[in-house]
Nanobody
């Protein structure tokens, strides 16, 4: 069973930076899209950023210019560099990937368990 394991969350002051990482728990045949979603308390989960296998990126308007998504295909890892953090960025951040775990297996969506990011004012 493939797991996505996030790391790098924590508490930071407004204006600060954090870097999130997410790695697959084992070797993967092929990863298509990787990315990050977030869910603030009492709100729906929302897209933060996605990156395709060809390195095309997509960002939520609220994070454009502040967050940068990247991936290391050799390590099956996706990163989210978050700068100029604001209190409204406070949420649980979830890693997301569409991948085929082994040759011949279909592509499925996987989610990490989430990592808390708290930005104090």
């Amino acid at each position: 069973q493939v797991q996505l394991v996030e790391s790098g969350g924590g508490l930071v002051q407004a204006g600060g930076s954090l870097r999130l990482s997410c790695a697959a728990s084992r070797s993967i045949f092929s990863i298509n899209v990787m990315g990050w979603y977030r869910q603030a308390l009492g709100k729906q989960r929302e897209l933060v950023a996605l990156i395709s296998s060809g390195d095309s990126t997509r960002y939520a308007d609220s994070v454009k210019g502040r967050f940068t998504i990247s991936r290391d295909n050799a390590k099956n890892t996706v990163y989210l560099e978050m700068n100029s953090l604001k209190p409204e960025d406070t949420a649980v951040y979830y890693c997301y990937a569409i991948l085929s775990a082994a040759m011949g297996e279909p592509y499925n969506a996987y989610w990490g368990r989430g990592t808390q990011v708290t930005v104090s004012s």
